[in-house]
């Protein structure tokens, strides 16, 4: 039996930007998805089970991967995607004999949250495949990349798209001296971050944008001031609601919150930074999943 472990993700600065360039923060999360293959060469298909955080089934599927079929399945889109992923794997390991057998998966986070559990996924079978988990990911997915390399790591990076959409990516030491003050909170809505970089991606971007949003990437890793950190965020913020022509959240939902705060990925879901540590103030609005950066942060 072949057990893994990928971390969950956030990203800091960059957002949407990293896919024109941009070098973004990101970071890997104490929260993650968990996946265990159990080989059966005596079986014809490979079973699928994921279990959510309180071990319930969410998902499930039967695949002939050898006769390219998805025998069933609880939910026929997840089930394509899951498919797509294994036969790419396939193909990029140039094996001919299909895993068969039984996997499951097992979350620790929400799987509305946002947290990576198609990054997480991917890098499991990449895991079980043997193969590059970054080509897996450009294979079958539109995204940055920075998840995937946030789901084998345990430090916070620096992530970039280089010539040719080639990853750029390097360790950073961000633990600023008043982490204290910031928290996480869920927004209560999963965001499709696939359909909402489409969209983006047709967007025109200027040099000059990349420049200041990777000054402000600069300055927030470098930044011992909450102050001054919360300017940073609050001009990246602003940037970026320009360039996407959203309202800021904080302008959006909490004008009256005493700190900062700033949009995690994409906009309008999943997570948001706010310092200040405040929990009573998002609770009493129903945003009752706050968590510390502690918590959060994979150490």
Not at 14 to 20: D, F, P, S, T
Not at 156 to 182: A, M, R, S
Not at 215 to 231: G, H, M, R
Not at 276 to 296: A, C, D, H, L, P
């Amino acid at each position: 039996m072949k057990s893994f472990k990928a971390n969950g993700k956030l990203l800091i600065t960059g957002e949407y930007l990293i896919l024109k360039g941009a070098n973004g923060l990101a970071i890997p999360t104490n929260y993650g998805q968990s996946l265990t293959f159990e080989k059966n060469e005596n079986d014809p298909f490979l079973h699928w089970e994921s279990l959510d955080e309180n071990n319930l089934v969410w998902f499930s599927a039967t695949f002939d991967l050898k006769n390219s079929n998805v025998v069933r399945s609880s939910n026929n889109e997840k089930a394509r995607f899951i498919y797509n992923v294994l036969v790419s794997a396939s193909e990029l390991a140039a094996i001919k004999d299909q895993p068969c057998g039984r996997i499951t998966t097992k979350l620790d986070f929400n799987k509305d949250w946002g947290l990576g559990s198609s990054s997480t996924l991917i890098w499991s079978i990449a895991s079980i495949f043997e193969i590059d988990p970054l080509k897996l990911h450009f294979h079958t997915s539109n995204g940055s990349g920075y998840d995937i390399v946030c789901a084998g790591t345990n430090n916070p990076i620096t992530y970039k798209l280089g010539k040719h959409k080639q990853p750029i990516y390097q360790n950073v030491d961000w633990n600023p001296i008043f982490k204290d003050e910031i928290q996480f909170i869920y927004l209560n809505n999963k965001q499709n971050s696939e359909a909402e970089v489409n969209r983006f991606m047709d967007s025109t971007i200027f040099d000059k944008d990349i420049f200041e949003i990777n000054q402000l990437t600069d300055s927030i890793i470098a930044c011992e001031d909450l102050n001054e950190f919360e300017n940073s965020i609050t001009e990246h913020e602003n940037i970026m609601g320009k360039l996407l022509h959203k309202t800021p959240i904080k302008q959006k939902l909490f004008s009256d919150y005493p700190g900062a705060i700033k949009s995690l990925g994409a906009w309008g879901g999943d997570f948001i930074l706010a310092t200040r540590k405040n929990s009573f103030y998002f609770e009493q609005r129903g945003y009752n999943t706050v968590i510390t950066f502690n918590n959060m942060i994979k150490k």
